[in-house]
């Protein structure tokens, strides 16, 4: 597609409900970032894959964070047993070129969620 | 440890007046920056990036950045400011040599009054 699509683009979960978010990246994009943005700041990083393979996950806050790009290219991040610390936007990201700092990125509109 | 400090909240600027939104940066080594810009309800739009060579780069919609490797700072400048401006703006940095992850500041949110 002609740019990142993210769905779904709301999402009210109930505390304790499981979510799951979908990431469509830019076509043949290697790199996949998701990225989490709470209220008034700056998105902090999750996890990051290369292709189908989950290089980095040292920013996943906790073990009810799991996501997966299982044939290297969609993405679904899935949140289980949500809390509401968990509400923010989460925003994934596709680059072209192997995963580095130098790395620019394209962005989603990201999924807001709201856990009640 | 590695920081991105965007000192400014919020900014409010005339329409036709200049701009300026600080950044700056705590790492060990030579840094990967850039601005992003995010209008609200939008994914984020990459403004410009800086990886070596100059230190003034230009960007989209008339942003330019100057990287002062003695300040830290990588502030990014617009000399004439449009009502289109209005928007959050995200200073990141990403590692030289190590990591996949920018770090991002806290934004900076613009408004831009007539």
């Not at chain 1, 072209?96 to 509109?109: D, E, H, I, K, W």
């Not at chain 2, 000192?7 to 700056?24: F, K, M, Q, W, Y």
């Given at each position: 597609?002609?740019?990142?699509?993210?769905?779904?683009?709301?999402?009210?979960?109930?505390?304790?409900?499981?979510?799951?978010?979908?990431?469509?990246?830019?076509?043949?994009?290697?790199?996949?970032?998701?990225?989490?943005?709470?209220?008034?700041?700056?998105?902090?990083?999750l996890?990051?894959?290369?292709?189908?393979?989950?290089?980095?996950?040292?920013?996943l806050p906790s073990d009810r964070f799991f996501a997966?790009?299982?044939?290297?290219?969609?993405?679904?991040l899935?949140i289980?047993?949500?809390?509401?610390?968990?509400?923010?936007?989460?925003?994934?990201?596709?680059?072209?070129?192997?995963?580095?700092?130098?790395?620019?990125?394209?962005?989603?509109?990201?999924?807001?969620?709201?856990?009640? | 440890?590695?920081?991105?400090?965007?000192?400014?909240?919020?900014?409010?600027?005339?329409?036709?007046?200049?701009?300026?939104?600080?950044?700056?940066?705590?790492?060990?080594?030579?840094?990967?920056?850039?601005?992003?810009?995010?209008?609200?309800?939008?994914?984020?739009?990459?403004?410009?990036?800086?990886?070596?060579?100059?230190?003034?780069?230009?960007?989209?919609?008339?942003?330019?950045?100057?990287?002062?490797?003695?300040?830290?700072?990588?502030?990014?400048?617009?000399?004439?400011?449009?009502?289109?401006?209005?928007?959050?703006?995200?200073?990141?940095?990403?590692?030289?040599?190590?990591?996949?992850?920018?770090?991002?500041?806290?934004?900076?949110?613009?408004?831009?009054?007539?």
């Amino acid at each position: 597609g002609a740019g990142v699509s993210q769905s779904p683009r709301y999402k009210v979960a109930k505390r304790g409900q499981d979510v799951a978010l979908r990431c469509d990246p830019i076509s043949g994009h290697v790199s996949l970032f998701w990225y989490q943005q709470a209220l008034g700041q700056g998105p902090e990083f999750l996890t990051y894959f290369q292709n189908e393979a989950q290089l980095d996950k040292s920013g996943l806050p906790s073990d009810r964070f799991f996501a997966e790009r299982p044939e290297g290219s969609v993405s679904t991040l899935k949140i289980q047993r949500t809390q509401q610390e968990d509400s923010a936007v989460y925003l994934c990201a596709s680059s072209p070129q192997m995963g580095s700092g130098a790395n620019v990125l394209t962005f989603g509109a990201g999924s807001r969620l709201t856990v009640l | 440890a590695q920081s991105v400090t965007q000192p400014d909240i919020h900014i409010t600027v005339s329409e036709g007046a200049s701009l300026e939104l600080r950044c700056n940066y705590s790492y060990g080594a030579t840094p990967y920056l850039f601005w992003y810009v995010q209008s609200p309800g939008q994914g984020l739009q990459l403004l410009l990036k800086y990886f070596s060579g100059d230190t003034l780069v230009q960007g989209i919609k008339g942003f330019e950045a100057e990287f002062k490797r003695s300040q830290s700072s990588f502030n990014l400048r617009k000399p004439s400011v449009h009502w289109s401006d209005a928007a959050e703006y995200f200073c990141a940095v990403g590692a030289h040599r190590s990591g996949y992850a920018l770090n991002f500041g806290k934004g900076t949110s613009l408004l831009v009054t007539p």
